[in-house]
């Protein structure tokens, strides 16, 4: 069993910052790499960014120097740390995980329930 869970969402007024947090938990031999997506009403859900194991880093373009992927380690937990958000940013935001469960498991997808983000201008 392995559970993610997502915190950090609320509201905040355009410029303003936010950080969320993910915790991975359960049964984890090892994680690959670990990311943010945020889906908006009426779109499809869209990657935000991504870390991987090896410090590689992943960003859409409409939040790249605006946003930063981070981890630690020890807790299993990624934060994405969102600075000058925009009215466009408001989305549910959605923390993925690609992990293994054991020694003799295959990567696998897990995902989060998701957290509100709201920014108003």
């Known amino acids: 069993q392995v559970q993610l869970v997502e915190s950090g969402g609320g509201l905040v007024q355009a410029g303003g910052s936010l950080r969320l947090s993910c915790v991975a938990s359960g049964s984890i031999y090892s994680i690959n790499a670990m990311g943010w997506y945020r889906q908006a009403p009426g779109k499809q859900r869209e990657l935000v960014a991504t870390?991987?194991?090896?410090?590689?880093?992943n960003y859409a373009d409409s939040v790249k120097g605006r946003f930063t992927i981070s981890r630690d380690g020890a807790k299993n937990t990624v934060y994405l740390q969102m600075n000058s958000l925009q009215p466009e940013d408001t989305a549910v935001y959605y923390c993925?995980?690609?992990?293994?469960?054991?020694?003799?498991?295959?990567?696998?997808?897990?995902w989060g329930q998701g957290t509100q983000v709201t920014v108003s201008s």
């Open positions: 993925n995980a690609d992990l293994r469960r054991s020694i003799r498991s295959g990567r696998a997808n897990y």
């Open positions: 870390l991987t194991s090896g410090d590689s880093t």
